[in-house]
């Protein structure tokens, strides 16, 4: 059957969307952080605990629940009267025995202290999370920033053995002195060890991306758009704002569980030395032994326990967790001033960074008119190719140092929402708005 004109228009036009390198796709950032997730070993065993630490409470619940055991043994035995009489039997014996906590205030506290540990699971489970997109997301950062410096640095080392080579031809003809020369030399032997420098980051942090996300498709540029550098006038606040959230911090969060851990230990060691009172029920069938000739035995009884003395046992354990708490609260202090000291830092590194960006980004536009203006003054005769050159080359490498400044600017940005609990896709704006289609 013949295709129609229509159809067969339709059908190259989706051939030539779908082969075409103008045809894009948006970088998905949740898949990104799905992604890395997933390969996250660490985040892995962690979920394993946090499941594990359901059947923990389950079992402190479960030693305030009844218990029945049973037992029975079947066997023969012989003994001897001491008028010398001997007896000679088969025994069989049956025992069935309840037991009901009543009063056990420290079984109470071992089950708070069960669902306190089962949430510093949870939440460390949920910290590793966003240590995983984190880490993948600044990897990321940097793989980007050292591909866009390695095309520039390799324009770079162009530029300047052009102007080696320039150089060399001038000093034979006395045009320029060997101090110049040597100052030109010194030039490219810098670019060749930043090239050679930035290679070698691109290719590690290609294989650290290919670790933490595995196949995954990444854009090979960054896009550095008006829309990008009109975000980053208005960003300072908003990253003002995430050191209220600092207490959604997941490492303040599970130093302050763990107080309500050791607190409930402590409850747990101060109760266990209290009297203790239980239900107890028995019943047993056996053969006459040697020492009964009982056939059924049914009992049932309360139970009282109270140690009298333990030769300091229940003390010392008290006094232990009593220090462990004490511990713990000091831990929460610590944890608490070394993460507001690093949100400081990260956000005096952000500040710093962006100053610098915006520094390098005038210095370069400033660099470009003057190269423009070499360049017309090149054509006409008043400047010469190594002047041109000079200033080529000086544009570079204030762009590389605009892009040295965008790394520091991206990873500190993504610390301060790191640091604050709010490392989500849609909480990333200027990430969103610099991660190009490709």
């Not at 948006?26 to 962690?46: G, T």
């Not at 320029?176 to 090239?195: F, M």
């Not at 050791?262 to 020492?291: H, M, W």
Request: hydrophobic share 35%; proline share 2%; with cysteine.
């Amino acid at each position: 059957m013949r295709l129609s004109k229509v159809s067969l228009l339709l059908l190259c036009l989706l051939v030539i969307m779908g082969f075409s390198p103008f045809y894009s796709h948006a970088f998905d950032l949740s898949a990104f952080f799905s992604q890395a997730e997933k390969r996250d070993y660490k985040l892995k065993n962690l979920l394993h605990k946090k499941e594990a630490g359901k059947y923990r409470v389950h079992q402190a619940k479960s030693a305030y629940l009844p218990r029945v055991d049973f037992s029975s043994y079947l066997g023969r035995e012989k003994y001897k009267y001491y008028s010398g009489y001997e007896v000679k039997k088969h025994l069989r014996y049956y025992y069935l025995s309840l037991k009901q906590p009543i009063i056990h205030p420290e079984l109470l506290a071992k089950i708070k202290e069960s669902k306190f540990s089962n949430e510093v699971d949870r939440l460390s489970a949920s910290q590793q999370r966003y240590y995983a997109r984190y880490y993948a997301l600044t990897t990321l950062i940097h793989y980007l920033v050292a591909s866009s410096r390695a095309k520039l640095l390799s324009r770079l080392l162009k530029v300047d053995k052009e102007r080696l080579e320039k150089a060399e031809q001038l000093l034979k003809a006395k045009v320029i002195s060997e101090d110049e020369y040597l100052d030109i030399q010194e030039d490219y032997q810098d670019a060749s060890i930043s090239y050679e420098q930035t290679g070698d980051d691109l290719n590690t942090f290609s294989f650290m991306l290919k670790e933490l996300v595995g196949n995954f498709t990444f854009p090979d540029s960054l896009c550095i758009a008006s829309d990008f550098i009109n975000a980053t006038k208005t960003t300072l606040p908003s990253l003002v704002s995430l050191k209220d959230n600092l207490n959604n911090n997941f490492e303040i969060r599970i130093a302050q569980k763990n107080i309500e851990v050791a607190s409930a230990e402590y409850d747990y060691r101060k109760y266990d030395k209290l009297p203790k009172l239980d239900l107890f029920a028995s019943y047993s069938r056996s053969t006459s032994s040697g020492t009964s000739n009982v056939e059924r035995d049914f009992k049932v009884a309360l139970s009282l326990e109270y140690p009298i003395f333990q030769g300091g046992y229940f003390s010392a354990r008290q006094s232990e967790a009593a220090e462990l708490k004490e511990a713990a609260y000091d831990e929460w202090l610590n944890t608490r001033r070394n993460v507001n000291f690093q949100f400081r830092q990260s956000f005096a590194r952000f500040r710093q960074s962006l100053q610098r960006f915006r520094s390098f980004r005038e210095r370069v536009f400033a660099d470009k008119r003057l190269f423009d203006l070499y360049q017309k003054a090149y054509k006409d005769k008043s400047k010469s190719v190594l002047d041109v050159l000079f200033r080529e080359s000086e544009l570079l490498k204030n762009k590389d140092s605009f892009f040295q400044s965008l790394d520091d600017l991206l990873t500190s940005y993504i610390e301060l929402h790191y640091l604050s609990s709010e490392l989500n896709s849609d909480n990333l704006p200027l990430i969103k708005l610099l991660l190009p289609s490709y």
